[in-house]
């Protein structure tokens, strides 16, 4: 099993462009999360998941959307790029109850 | 808000046992505690939880007192790749399986 892996590792936005950062898990796992982590600082919920079709908002949901079409997948959009966006991104997936599962995380950095 | 305290880090001697503490003197009855641990630049890796009775796996022990105010994670022989950020997270399983993650203890192990 390959676990949860995130595209693309690394990206440098321009403040107002958009993108989608890809998360795949491959454990059938219902639950699925993003997180965002700022230099120095614990992880921040974004956004989650507990199952296809179901998203609802963490902590810190304002310029993200997310979807969760099918139970692997769960893609982060960021529409307008803006510099506090910066930051590292970590999805995670688990099972109901269990603990979670991370990615290695995508490095964005908005100029 | 993260509902621990941990030293913000402490160091330990490769070999020699680990013991990180955590307060969580506002845990009700049906909250767990979890620790996690992010070794640099990595997803965070689920380590142990546990609800009333200490645990042990391959990886640590979890000793929490028995009014569950306080815990503490053991790693008995300490090793280089030990050096990580170790979260204590008190995680109520039917809350959508959401972590709220704090700033952490960060640990250095030292040959």
């Known amino acids: 099993n390959a676990g949860v892996t995130q595209t693309p590792k690394f990206r440098i936005l321009k403040i107002g462009q958009s993108m989608t950062l890809q998360c795949t898990q491959d454990?059938?796992?219902?639950?699925m999360y993003w997180y965002r982590q700022d230099p120095g600082m614990g992880l921040k919920l974004i956004y989650y998941?507990?199952?296809?079709?179901?998203?609802d908002k963490g902590e810190v949901p304002n310029g993200y959307n997310v979807s969760r079409s099918t139970t692997e997948d769960f893609p982060l959009r960021l529409e307008l790029a803006a510099p506090s966006q910066t930051s590292v991104y970590f999805c995670?997936?688990?099972?109901?109850?269990?603990?979670?599962?991370f990615g290695p995380g995508t490095r964005l950095t908005v100029l | 808000d993260a509902k621990t305290t941990q030293p913000t880090s402490m160091d330990c001697a490769e070999g020699r046992a680990a013991n990180l503490p955590c307060n969580h003197s506002?845990?009700?009855?049906?909250?767990?505690v979890y620790w996690y641990r992010q070794i640099h630049s990595q997803g965070p890796q689920y380590i142990i939880h546990?609800?009333?009775n200490n645990e042990t796996n391959e990886m640590a022990s979890l000793i929490i007192t028995e009014d569950r105010k306080s815990s503490t994670l053991i790693l008995p022989h300490a090793t280089l790749r030990d050096t990580a950020v170790y979260y204590c997270i008190v995680y109520f399983k039917a809350a959508g399986n959401k972590l709220t993650f704090g700033g952490g203890t960060r640990v250095l192990v030292k040959p």
């Open positions: 995670a997936s688990g099972a109901q109850y269990n603990e979670q599962f």
């Open positions: 998941s507990v199952g296809a079709g179901i998203t």
């Open positions: 506002t845990i009700s009855g049906n909250e767990y």
């Open positions: 546990g609800l009333k």
């Open positions: 454990m059938n796992h219902n639950y």
